[in-house]
């Protein structure tokens, strides 16, 4: 990890955080930047709760880009290139995907994707077995693998607004589109 903490700013980092290379972590200005228990992090990373330089409104002068906090949850799976900003917040048991970057607070048990990160499944659930490494060679289903059962768990917010867009159905959402002015 290549990390810079500043002033009276934390990095916690939970037990079973694995990486495939190193990643980068920046935490100042008293922020807790918190990795949970069994994190499996891909390549290419970067955390930054903060920008790295301030940048200020010409009229007020203030500040317009504090330094966040961020949370990861436990048994999430961070896909190669994925970004976490100030503010991110990770449900346990979801999986961001390649080269998504994440800004707000993610439900439990989704996957999300893109730039800026959304919903586009729940209630999922991953196990850490690579699928060239580990018996039998297809997995089709789950009772081809060795569930960790804690992580199985459907997701709980569903009001959460990027869960509600993900769980309606293509059918609903072309009737949304259709029904729009100039279509």
């Known amino acids: 990890m290549n990390i810079r903490i500043g002033e009276d700013a934390t990095v ?21 930047v918190s990795f949970g228990d069994d994190e499996m992090i891909a390549s290419q990373n970067q ?17 317009v880009n504090p330094a966040k906090d961020f ?5 999430v799976w961070i896909g190669a290139k994925a970004t976490l900003l100030g503010g991110a917040k990770i449900g346990d048991g979801s999986v961001i995907g390649f080269g998504s ?3 707000k607070r993610i439900p439990n048990n989704v996957i999300v994707v893109g730039a800026p990160a959304k919903v586009v499944r729940q209630s999922i ?11 039998p060679p297809y997995k089709p289903d789950a009772s081809t ?3 960790s059962e804690k992580y199985w768990n ?17 059918g609903d959402r072309i009737k949304e589109k259709l029904r729009r002015p100039g279509n």
């Open 12 to 32: 916690k980092i939970g037990a079973d955080l694995t990486t495939t290379t190193m990643f980068i972590d920046s935490a100042v200005e008293g922020v807790t």
């Open 47 to 63: 955390f930054r709760a903060d920008d790295g330089h301030p940048i200020f409104d010409v009229s007020t002068g203030k500040r």
């Open 71 to 75: 949370i990861v949850g436990n048994h």
């Open 101 to 103: 970057i994440v800004t």
């Open 125 to 135: 659930a991953w196990e850490r077995l690579h699928l060239s490494f580990a018996a």
């Open 145 to 147: 693998v060795k569930k």
């Open 154 to 170: 459907k997701t709980v917010d569903i009001d959460h607004p990027q869960v509600a867009l993900a769980s309606r159905s293509l």
